[in-house]
């Protein structure tokens, strides 16, 4: 059977179209290599003078290795390069796919004109236009060349560029990582009880007295969505918590000036499978406090689940780490060290040897480095001290406090100085690490010691003293212990003596917390006491109520207090709302 061909003059006229059509696409075509020559100059360049510029910033920071202007500099520096880079990257790929599509578009009209045309050839009368056509034809051979170098070029460039590195760079990381400087930790309330985990805040403007029946310092409350048990974090004029339940969990991002929740972020939980999972209701779903580097922040729940998002409310990444088998349910808080997220994991029996310690990329989510650790379950939260001129990771469960080097997770030295259900975190006061074996006594070590340093590093040992849950605070000359029935022990950090006692006569959970040399106790009733530990004497100045109960520790920042209450947050300030 033969088919018919097309009619001559639709055939004629279809042939004009692609043409048409052809020399549209090509031109298109020719826009995008234009395009992508003067991208990929732009690479070149900024890539070479921004090269340049930070490597003589870097060798001028050999010279001021504790120059924190410098570091942000270098820091902002990299991070525009980056952001111009990933478009510069983006925008190349567009426009490979872009001039491909044209480039197939020209190939493919020109060959369906060259078809018609030997079924029903052009007349006379347009032998130019076909002679044109011809010659277009004559250069498809180069354009198909063409593409196919760029086409493979484009491959090598992908194969050249390592998929790390360009997560890296899409997270935010590279050769200078992204996060604050200790100068900016020690402005925020980045994790639980603030800078190094000290409780300790010299900030002169925060407020002592308000009033939550009339309002008068209460600049705003929020209701919480889910309960939690966790410390509010602040970065700038960001407040961030946790909250879940059977099932949810969720992170929450408040505006530090109006409470508003600017966001709220879902994180996906595991399933448990066959296993039966149930929380004591004194630790829920939420108790372990965020932890955010600056650029991140960080959240882990009693199912395991831990999970990343950044400042805008996008999850970047999240892992299960099993559900952890615990006594009372998880409840460890989380720690940073400089890019890195360290989670503390104890669980099970020491036997079982299950419990861990892990450093977490804070961009990719991989594991840097994990240690088994020889303690069963512990409630703690992990520490990293600056102790002369390194840093250590200090970490408490029965029976050891083990310093390890976050760099790297190697262990620095051991003490076997603590029994039971541990769940005060320790401090650094002074030159020595405190620690509590609770209900039995608190503990001093020493940091300068490497290996077992049970016999040589300890320098007291106090059974006089020995809270359950609140961690200590210290002014560097004493330690103030605070147990949950509201009684507040005043050590000597030279010998570990008692100084004195004072009875608050209210129920604590909360850790105290020095603010400008004067302690904050928040109650269980959400009773805020405040007053001058003295040398014989604590001098009670102020106690102030918001009327709710309160099992977290505040967070401070300059003229605020943040309060978590059973079901709201609360932004306390001086003056009115």
Known sequence: MISKAPESGNNIQLQKVLLQTAVVSAIFSLVFLAMLIINGYEQYVSSTDTYSVITGLKQELLQKPDDEALIKQIRE???????ERLRQIDFSGLASLMLLIGAVITIGALKWRAYLNGINPIPCSELRE??????????????IVFVCILTATGFIIELETPTEWIAQLQAGISEEPAYASTEELAQNWNRFRGFQGAGVTSLSDIPEKWDATGGE?????????????????????????????EEKRQVYCFDASTGSILWTGDVPTAPAGNRKFEVMEDTGYAAPTM?????????????????????????????????????YGYAS???VWKDRILVQFDQAGAEDEKSRMYAFDGATGNIVWEVKRPVPNSWTSPLVVQTGDRYQLITVGDPWVIAYDPEDGKE???ANCVKGDVGASSILAGDKIIAIAPDLHNVAIGTDGTGDVTATHIAWMNDDVGPTIISPVSDGSRVFFLDTYGTLYVVNIEDGKLVYEHDF??????????????????SLEGTMFIGLPGEK???LEESNAINERCFATPAFMPGRIYIRGEEHLYCIGNGKP
Do not use: M
């Open 77 to 83: 520096l990299d991070r525009d390069y980056r952001s």
């Open 130 to 143: 076909s002679f044109k056509i011809r010659r277009l034809g004559q250069s498809r051979l180069a354009l």
């Open 217 to 245: 310092g209460i600049l705003w409350k929020t209701p919480i969505p889910l309960k939690g048990f966790n410390s509010p974090i602040v970065w700038g004029d960001r407040i961030f918590l946790s909250g879940a339940n």
């Open 291 to 327: 932890a955010t580097d600056g650029v991140r922040v960080y959240a882990v729940f009693a199912t395991g689940d831990l999970a990343t998002f950044d400042f805008r409310g996008r999850l970047l990444w999240h892992k299960s780490l099993g559900i952890p088998v615990s006594l």
């Open 333 to 335: 808080s989380l720690e």
């Open 412 to 414: 620095i030295w051991r």
């Open 505 to 522: 006569n209210e129920n604590v959970n909360a850790s105290p917390t020095l603010v400008d040399g004067k302690l904050y106790v928040l």
């Open 537 to 539: 004497e604590f001098i």
